[in-house]
């Protein structure tokens, strides 16, 4: 080997150790940057035998791709999770104490005191103030589940917006990656940029991608629904402005396909919107269908009727909307909301409670205690009685054909209780899950600094080897030059 290569050698390995160098204190400065992914700077020798230096990335596609749905997973399960427990709080949580099943208990036993002494007016009394109580829970808390399936379509509102900002600049970031692809330049920065707006995608729908030439990525969402190809996808939702209970809330469209709600208490959701769709559009209304059930079943059970056979029946203690008692068994939209107690029972409006011991608010056809004994009770009693008489119901409420109001009301707190259980079971599976897929990418793809002052040592050496080979060939070219 001549001086003078070897010269070149121990330039080029000068050379070669500063830009390993930069290298490694990039690792070093963004060691704590949140999708910052580490670098490596290693040598190869190309066809024409010249040794040169690359920079590549410590990427990981599988591992990423775990990542990202184990993300997207623990993100809708979270935001489900979430919705059920404003939904159980309108019930007074854990105890129930705010649930219509609560203050049906109460008024039945009011009743049953009544019904003992039906001479006593203050016992009547309570027993309308027990009723209003009734009432005035399946109002509350039918209004609070719109409020619940409100408050999921404005944050659908505000997960759109986010997710079509987040889409125009993956556009500008991807571009940059092919641009710097394509040219030869460095595209590392852009390709974090890039992951880094994959994992905000994630958690708003779930994403499947393809990296094509050029490191053109293009991503769809877990579905197969196009969100970017060369361009991003319009994401489009209308907001609606208020909730009842036979509101259909809009669907969100992503190229012009309507994305579908998650389904079960262990959701198939992924992402936030889905997720939310299914508070809006499945849980909340099924909880407001098994409301408007108990509360038909109680206006159905206080009815006036000609005789104990239940003759033309007519709305009695319980009123709502309509002037008639609702049909036996058919689900009444919107009912819980507008149940109210008759004023003509209210003594403080001028009515009397002795009309649930007598009857005849609906003229005299319907009154029982014909005599006008203070003791009468048989129709308090019946009244009674029926909160453990089977009734029907209607089977689109999920909570079975037949039941009585007791059990019925009973078992739309165990269904939500049960949903919301499950909910929550699989909400700390798949965060747990979550936080395990983002540590074995981290850890894969992450800086570590021992590793990285570890290679710094190495870069130190290889350093101290090539000054050394250019002080040797210096002293050589001097003795050569002496001699001469």
């Known amino acids: 080997m001549t001086l003078s290569s070897t010269l070149n050698t121990a330039k080029s390995s000068l050379s070669n150790t500063s830009l390993q160098s930069q290298v490694l204190s990039k690792n070093i400065a963004n060691s704590q940057t949140e999708g910052y992914v580490r670098r490596d700077a290693s040598t190869v020798t190309n066809g024409m035998g010249a040794t040169i230096l690359t920079t590549t990335r410590a990427a990981d596609p599988i591992l990423q791709k775990q990542m990202l749905s184990a993300q997207s997973q623990a993100e809708g399960q979270d935001t489900l999770d979430t919705g059920l427990t404003n939904l159980k709080a309108l019930l007074g949580g854990?105890?129930?104490?705010?649930?219509?099943?609560?203050?049906?208990?109460?008024?039945?036993?009011?009743?049953?005191?009544?019904?003992?002494?039906?001479?006593?007016?203050?016992?009547?009394?309570?027993?309308?103030?027990?009723?209003?109580?009734?009432?005035?829970?399946?109002?509350?808390?039918?209004?609070?589940?719109?409020?619940?399936?409100?408050?999921?379509?404005?944050?659908?509102?505000?997960?759109?917006?986010?997710?079509n900002d987040l889409l125009s600049q993956f556009k500008t970031v991807n571009d940059s990656v092919v641009k710097a692809t394509v040219s030869g330049g460095d595209p590392n920065d852009a390709l974090d940029q890039r992951d880094q707006l994959l994992s905000k995608i994630s958690k708003i729908v779930g994403v499947?991608?393809?990296?094509?030439?050029?490191?053109?990525?293009s991503v769809y969402t877990s579905d197969g629904t196009v969100l970017f190809d060369t361009e991003a996808r319009t994401v489009t939702f209308d907001p609606t402005g208020g909730y009842a209970a036979a509101t259909t809330g809009n669907s969100v469209y992503i190229d012009g396909v309507p994305y579908q709600p998650g389904s079960g208490a262990n959701t198939t959701a992924q992402g936030s919107i889905a997720a939310n769709l299914q508070i809006r559009d499945v849980v909340a209304p099924k909880m407001q269908e098994q409301l408007d059930e108990t509360a038909r079943a109680v206006i159905t059970m206080f009815s006036e009727t000609t005789d104990s056979s239940g003759s033309d029946p007519m709305p009695g203690l319980f009123v709502w909307s309509d002037t008639q008692t609702p049909d036996d068994g058919v689900l009444e939209s919107g009912i819980s909301s507008s149940i109210a107690v008759n004023t003509a029972y209210v003594t403080s409006e001028g009515g009397t409670p002795t009309l649930l011991r007598d009857g005849g608010y609906n003229g005299s056809a319907y009154v029982w205690n014909t005599s006008g004994a203070s003791g009468y009770s048989t129709l308090l009693q019946s009244y009674a009685d029926s909160f453990d008489d089977s009734m029907n119901f209607d089977t689109e409420a999920d909570l079975g054909d037949t039941s009585s109001v007791l059990d019925y009301a009973s078992s739309?707190?165990?269904w939500l209780e049960s949903y919301r259980s499950t909910s929550d079971s699989a909400n700390e599976t798949k965060a747990a899950l979550s936080q395990r897929a983002t540590e074995a990418y981290q850890n894969k793809t992450g800086v570590n600094l021992d590793e990285e002052l570890s290679r710094m040592l190495d870069i130190e050496q290889s350093y101290k080897a090539s000054s050394k080979l250019i002080t040797a060939v210096d002293?050589?070219?001097?003795?050569l030059l002496e001699a001469v």
């Open 412 to 414: 739309a707190n165990g």
């Open 94 to 163: 854990n105890d129930y104490e705010l649930a219509p099943s609560t203050y049906l208990t109460k008024l039945r036993d009011s009743l049953q005191a009544y019904a003992t002494q039906p001479d006593e007016l203050s016992l009547g009394q309570t027993v309308v103030s027990n009723a209003q109580d009734l009432a005035n829970s399946l109002n509350t808390t039918s209004t609070g589940v719109q409020a619940v399936r409100a408050q999921a379509d404005a944050s659908i509102k505000t997960d759109v917006a986010t997710l």
């Open 208 to 217: 499947a991608t393809r990296v094509d030439g050029n490191n053109d990525m």
């Open 475 to 479: 002293d050589m070219l001097q003795a």
